[in-house]
């Protein structure tokens, strides 16, 4: 089945900074990999999501990469402010029916310091 | 974008108690469902997939009569966690797929169960 794994675990940068979370996915078969934002006790939140056919999407301050060949993608959050201070999941899935299903990182504890 | 609830919220059980978790697609139907579940600081782990009209598909490790999935309409599918003890104490969250093929998963509040 797939494997996604994510980094850095923890990442802590000064407000204003870029932070970059990169994950790898090993089933050259998932087409769809979304970008969550989790704060404690709540539901994951989608924040961005880019499809195989596509290298690279950006909204506002949050974009994400996408290498199929070299099977990884990453997430890029500029100019970053205290409130992106939040548990970032990355998860990869391949598309229709059951296999919707979704593997997620490990994710990574982000921390913007005023 | 679509809405998915779960009921309760929060719940505290003894430990050898079943508890029932609900998880209602509130303005889409929903043929498929997930059930995760999430330990302190861990991600979200696939326990099994729910299936309207038919069983559900359960991942490697989890187990099925220990952790019963129905789904029974195309809104509602059901988690119940039998005689639940202390290591059953986690985060669960259900989550349903957009129609049409387009991916993106919505996903419920979740429900924090305590066993004592």
């Known amino acids: 089945g797939e494997n996604v794994e994510q980094h850095p675990s923890t990442l802590s940068v000064q407000e204003g900074d870029s932070a970059v979370i990169k994950c790898t996915y090993s089933?050259?078969?998932?087409?769809?990999f979304p970008w969550y934002k989790q704060e404690l006790g709540k539901r994951p939140q989608l924040i961005i999501d880019?499809?195989?056919?596509?290298g690279e999407k950006k909204d506002q301050r949050i974009a994400v990469t996408l290498n199929k060949t070299a099977k990884h993608f990453s997430l890029h959050i500029t100019e970053t402010q205290p409130e992106d201070s939040a548990v970032y999941f990355c998860?990869?899935?391949?598309?229709?029916?059951?296999?919707?299903?979704?593997?997620f990182g490990k994710g990574t504890l982000l921390t913007v310091n005023p | 974008g679509a809405v998915v609830s779960q009921h309760p919220s929060r719940v505290i059980c003894k430990s050898g108690t079943s508890v029932k978790i609900e998880c209602r697609s509130l303005?889409?139907?929903?043929?498929?469902m997930f059930w995760y579940r999430q330990f302190p600081k861990q991600s979200l782990m696939l326990m099994a997939t729910?299936?309207?009209?038919?069983?559900?598909?359960?991942e490697q490790g989890v187990e099925k009569d220990k952790f019963l999935i129905n789904h029974a309409s195309l809104t509602l599918s059901t988690l119940t966690v039998t005689s639940a003890h202390p290591e059953d104490s986690s985060f669960y969250i259900c989550?349903?797929?957009?129609?049409?093929?387009?991916?993106?998963?919505?996903f419920g509040p979740g429900t924090r169960l305590t066993v004592l």
């Open positions: 989550s349903a797929p957009s129609s049409g093929g387009a991916n993106e998963q919505f």
């Open positions: 089933d050259s078969a998932s087409n769809y």
């Open positions: 880019i499809r195989s056919n596509v």
């Open positions: 998860a990869a899935s391949v598309g229709g029916g059951s296999n919707y299903k979704l593997t």
């Open positions: 303005d889409f139907q929903a043929t498929t």
């Open positions: 729910s299936n309207e009209g038919s069983k559900a598909t359960y």
